[in-house]
């Protein structure tokens, strides 16, 4: 995972995002989970983002991405559950009345990076003696 480029900025993050449907359900099996990879990969591309690897399991779905710095990690759940809510759903009817939300308000969010934080405090601090 090199560094990407944007006009202003060189950067190198990747997000690992684990979110759920709506009361743990399992459904995401079959041609629904297929789709959902589909439209995953495709809103994330549109988004300036790339997919390092992406688990659609029966009541949860991980990715591991890298988006510009531009997109803080609520925006980038924000679009990529929404679109996918809408279009799921729409594809899918009995979605609609199986689930009142197809995926929960929540999620999680965590970092990964070519070197650990005590790796960057000791860079700084080594910053302050030159």
Not at 5 to 14: C, G, K
Not at 59 to 87: E, N, W
Request: positive net charge; glycine residues 4%.
């Amino acid at each position: 995972m090199n560094s990407k480029r944007t006009r202003h900025s060189a950067y190198n993050i990747s997000y690992h995002f684990v979110w759920c449907p709506k009361f743990r359900r399992k459904i995401l099996v079959d041609r629904l989970a297929v789709r959902l990879e589909e439209l995953i990969r495709e809103k994330t591309t549109e988004l300036g983002g790339e997919v390092f690897n992406l688990t659609v399991m029966p009541d949860h779905v991980h990715l591991f991405c890298s988006f510009p710095p531009t997109m803080a990690p609520y925006q980038i759940m924000h679009r990529l559950k929404g679109y996918t809510a809408h279009q799921l759903r729409e594809e899918f009817p009995y979605l609609k009345s199986r689930l009142p939300n197809l995926w929960t308000r929540s999620y999680y969010v965590g970092t990964a990076g070519n070197v650990s934080a005590a790796t960057i405090q000791r860079y700084i601090d080594e910053q302050k003696g030159s």
